[in-house]
């Protein structure tokens, strides 16, 4: 046999152990982006698009960080969503991303708002959030079926929503922020600790009376504590609550703990043994995330969550100290998009109109909401 001959031999030995080799990566690679899906979007929580890029002068204007906001818009409430994420986007030079939680029948409504008005430039995903997921964790009367407000418990799936994120902000839709968030996400949170959250006996809210439940301010106010369940947690009844509307999450350390699995075992615990207050007013995500936190999570600076807006008609704080606040909250049943509310003219002053018409409909007719 030549050389020639040899050499040619050599050459297509080579070239089908690289074909071989290559054909091998590859089915590799797609089975770890096959496993990649499926750790990251379970059922109900599925991403429908996303906005990677932003305009270079802005790109250039801001900075590095990027920082992942974590936000629920429901249908009847997008305007609420729409300020939210104005005030926070107009206020820091942070590259935010925006990570919308909603419905699917709310999607083409929010894309339309999003991309024909001054937001259009905001960096956003939008996830659809699929009711399911709450099956056999939520106790729901037949009767008021209805008042069942899915996106409410979008804050217990932080780490599927934002599945590559080490730390994240979740704020309600409520909310109108005054300073810069990358100071609210720079947050320190001691070891260990997988939330920091602002305490109802902190300085600004100071044992504030939520309308049919008294001083809604510690773990009595949301907890049956004649249940023996609850009693057997050793959780002391007059330790004080949080307010879940607005907090800052390490979700490094989120996973490590399994908080959502923790989160819905307590839901599910409820609707078999009805362990939350009777008398609860607030939202019904707070009970179970006050088992899980108890004693366990870190704080927020107070003027990050100043609340309690929504509580009443009146105007409980001073124009100067509203002004100073860093986050507003109008958590209670008078939104600020609603007939009647305090501070109404702040919270204006960020919303954005709605192209189609929809909300301010929706504005006029609306009743009280769900205070959370």
Not at 41 to 62: C, S, T
Not at 175 to 182: N, R, S, Y
Not at 195 to 205: K, Q, R
Request: hydrophobic letters at 40%; aromatic letters at 10%; charged letters at 20%.
């Amino acid at each position: 046999m030549s050389l020639r001959k040899v050499n040619i031999s050599i050459l297509i030995v080579a070239v089908v152990i690289f074909l071989l080799v290559l054909h091998h990566n590859f089915l590799g690679l797609s089975d770890f982006l096959k496993q990649e899906l499926s750790d990251s979007n379970p059922v109900g929580l599925q991403p429908i698009d996303f906005i990677p890029a932003v305009p270079q002068r802005l790109e250039d204007e801001r900075n590095d960080k990027e920082i992942s906001v974590v936000i629920a818009a429901s249908d009847e409430r997008l305007g609420g969503a729409i300020a939210a994420m104005n005030s926070i986007y107009s206020h820091t030079k942070s590259n935010v991303v925006f990570y919308i939680v909603t419905l699917n029948d709310t999607v083409d409504h929010l894309r339309l708002w999003l991309s024909n008005t001054a937001l259009k430039n905001l960096r956003y995903r939008i996830l659809d959030f699929d009711p399911r997921v709450l099956e056999g964790k939520v106790q729901v009367d037949p009767q008021k079926a209805d008042t069942l407000k899915p996106l409410t418990f979008a804050r217990f799936y932080l780490p599927y929503l934002v599945p590559h994120a080490e730390k994240v902000i979740y704020v309600d839709d409520d909310i109108i922020v005054q300073d810069d968030i990358l100071e609210l996400y720079n947050t320190p949170l001691k070891p260990g600790h997988a939330a920091a959250f602002s305490d109802d006996c902190d300085s600004t809210t100071n044992k504030v009376a939520v309308r049919g439940a008294g001083n809604q301010y510690n773990y009595i106010g949301f907890l049956d504590y004649k249940k023996e369940t609850i009693r057997k947690l050793a959780m002391k009844a007059s330790t004080c609550s949080f307010n879940p509307g607005v907090f800052v999450a390490n979700l490094t350390e989120w996973k490590l703990q399994n908080i959502t699995k923790q989160l819905e075992k307590w839901m599910a615990l409820n609707v078999v043994e009805e362990l939350y207050s009777r008398t609860l007013a607030g939202s019904i995500t707070t009970p179970p995330l006050l088992i899980v936190f108890y004693k366990q999570h870190s704080s927020i600076d107070p003027m990050w969550n100043v609340r309690h807006l929504g509580s009443s008609a009146g105007k409980r704080y001073s124009p100067q100290f509203v002004k100073a606040a860093k986050l507003l909250h109008w958590n209670g049943h008078f939104k600020p998009w609603g007939r009647t509310a305090s501070y109404a003219e702040v919270w204006e002053k960020w919303y954005v109109p709605d192209p189609t018409g929809k909300f301010s409909l929706i504005r006029r007719h609306s009743e009280a909401y769900e205070a959370k």
